[in-house]
């Protein structure tokens, strides 16, 4: 089963950052979608801005949604900034990982002959 969407951020290219319950963030493309009649409505930028999370999926005014489940299998994980590369869930981990301070580890004293 797929997680439900948490949080969504539509950007200005037709694309929409969503962040899902287990934490991963994805781009979600819509532009395939804007040439079919239930979706056209949202070529008006101000109408594709509007999305919310509702029950997990994305809705917009006028009954227009699109399933969990389509949102989680049709994106794609975003791009790291630094290189151009997609940021893997375990590079997302190790990155957080490596912003908190580690304690330090008492020092041993040498044992003396």
Avoid: H
Avoid at 4 to 25: A, R
Avoid at 61 to 85: C, F, H, I, M, N
């Amino acid at each position: 089963m797929n997680p439900y969407v948490k949080f969504v951020q539509p950007q200005e290219d037709y694309c929409l950052l969503v962040t899902f319950e287990n934490g991963e963030k994805r781009i979600f493309d819509l532009k395939p979608y804007l040439e079919k009649p239930v979706f056209q409505q949202l070529k008006n930028m101000a109408v594709f801005q509007s999305a919310r999370v509702v029950s997990g999926s994305i809705e917009w005014q006028g009954e227009v949604d699109l399933s969990y489940d389509t949102l989680y299998l049709e994106s794609k994980a975003p791009k790291d900034p630094q290189s151009g590369r997609k940021t893997t869930r375990t590079q997302t981990k190790n990155l957080a990982m490596a912003a908190i301070p580690k304690k330090k580890s008492p020092k041993s004293r040498a044992s003396v002959k």
